[in-house]
């Protein structure tokens, strides 16, 4: 079956830092790939994804790239804020079907 | 603005009680929904897939009689924990599918406490 693997945290960092976040996973076909984010009383939101291979989802200046021959899609983000302190999740949906298949969560706190 | 919102945000019940959690779609008329469960520092695990006007759809392991999903209208689908025991404790989140894309809206989650 598809699986997420991401970095354990919290990862604790000062502002302006560089963040990565590593994310492997494993599946069957051409899955889609995504980072959503939950920051502390929200729901989850979707952050960036990628469709295919070598495509680089990007927002609020985090970036992603899926590269299919390290099965990852780690995140990265070059000069962190306060504002970025959240959970962030990996995440999967197969080739079939609409269910997404979850990593488990990364917590990042950017200290001023 | 939201677009999922779950009710109650949180619940503390006892031992061999029953506990309703609402999932509403505000905006859309969502005819599936589906329900997470996250476990402390775990991943999220879809439990079942709401569908509207029939059965749900239980993820394997998933104990259909003792979460009991009723989707009975477009914008609403809700999940009740059955004679809640101490290991039913746990953040329940619900969500929808974004329309026209390939991801999903979700819900803020609801925190059960089963002493």
Redesign the interface.
């Known amino acids: 079956g598809n699986s997420v693997t991401q970095m354990e945290g919290p990862v604790t960092l000062s502002e302006e830092a560089f963040l990565t976040i590593n994310c492997t996973y494993t599946a069957t076909g051409y899955p889609s790939l995504f980072w959503y984010v939950q920051y502390p009383g929200e729901g989850l939101q979707l952050l960036l994804k990628a469709t295919k291979a070598d495509d680089k989802g990007s927002n609020k200046g985090f970036e992603a790239t899926y590269r299919k021959e390290t099965t990852s899609f780690h995140l990265e983000k070059g000069s962190v804020q306060v504002s970025d302190s959240a959970v962030y999740f990996c995440a999967l949906r197969g080739a079939a079907g609409n269910k997404l298949t979850f990593g488990g969560g990364t917590r990042v706190l950017v200290k001023p | 603005g ?1 677009v ?1 919102s779950q009710h109650p945000s949180r619940v503390i019940c006892k031992s061999g009680t029953s506990v309703k959690i609402e999932c509403r779609s505000l905006d859309f008329q969502a005819t ?1 929904m ?1 329900w997470y469960r996250q476990f402390p ?6 439990m079942a ?1 709401s569908n509207e006007g029939s059965k749900a759809t239980y993820e394997q392991g998933v104990e259909k009689d003792k979460f009991l999903i009723n989707h009975a209208s477009l914008t609403l689908s809700t999940l009740t924990v059955t004679s809640a025991h101490p290991e039913d404790s746990s953040f329940y ?1 619900c ?1 929808r ?2 329309e026209g894309a ?8 609801t925190r059960l406490t089963v002493l």
């Open positions: 939201a999922v599936t589906f520092k775990k991943s999220l695990m879809l897939t989140i969500s599918d974004r390939d991801t999903q809206y979700f819900g803020p989650g």
